[in-house]
């Protein structure tokens, strides 16, 4: 793909990606790029003929096209689900089919089958990667903290302290260029506190507590007409 992987822009420095080096992606970009992948997982499970599991979402192996549209990749780990679904044989595979380390449902490491909730959970890591910028590996979370724990403390008065920098500074410069930068500036934070409830409700621990993909198309979309309202 013409602009490569999220990752590559969610991480540009890191990955010493030079293209990259001064650009950022915009809340919007990010916003929409969510929307993306949630309506690709969304097809998936509820709009194939018969259910698809992902099994392997991070930031790697979602592309952006020239238009920045965002594309899921790499499906060398995708488990179909027919009529014929052997239950004790996906068991047996989701122990060899774990994904990837930080983003991989905690269920599936004590052997449970592989669902739907799996891919919920890995989306709403990345969500909250791509808003606060930080990988779910990263060197801070440790001490039983991790990416989801980390933004659900930050919940609601603290949102603004863990979002990415580079969304913010790019926001600042656009919205000191509004016409109404109050009214923006209250449109962001609330959009972005809606944002990082969504990511810590689909990154639960228990499966049982997580959003379903559809009803996360529908919470992503009425967060992108809330804002672009302003």
């Known amino acids: 793909m013409p602009n490569g992987s999220l990752d590559s822009w969610l991480h540009s420095s890191a990955n010493g990606d030079e293209r990259l080096q001064l650009k950022s992606l915009s809340f ?22 018969a259910p698809i599991i992902y099994c392997d979402l991070k930031p790697s192996n979602v592309l952006l096209d020239e238009d920045m549209v965002a594309h899921v990749g790499d499906f060398g780990l995708a488990r179909i689900l027919s009529e014929d679904f052997n239950y004790s044989q996906s068991q047996s595979n989701s122990l060899t089919t774990r994904g990837t380390i930080g983003y991989v449902a905690p269920e599936y490491g004590t ?6 909730s799996g891919d919920v959970y890995s989306y709403g ?23 989801h724990q980390f933004a659900k403390m930050a919940l609601p008065e603290r949102v603004m302290e863990i979002i990415d920098h580079g969304l913010l500074s790019e926001e600042i410069e656009i919205i000191g260029h509004s016409e109404n930068p109050n009214n923006i500036r209250s449109k962001m934070q609330e959009a972005l506190i ?27 979309q009425k967060v992108k007409g ?5």
């Open 226 to 230: 809330f804002y672009l309202r302003c």
């Open 111 to 116: 052997g449970a089958i592989t669902s739907t």
């Open 194 to 220: 809606s944002l990082v409830e969504i990511g810590v409700s689909c990154s639960h621990e228990s499966p049982k507590e997580r959003m379903e993909m559809k009803d996360v198309v529908i919470e992503m």
């Open 28 to 49: 919007v970009q990010r916003l929409n790029a969510a929307i993306d992948i949630a309506c690709a997982l969304d097809y998936l499970h509820n709009h194939c003929q």
């Open 125 to 147: 890591i990345v969500l909250l990667e791509m808003l606060t910028g930080k990988r779910p590996s990263d060197d801070m979370f440790e001490n039983n903290l991790s990416l």
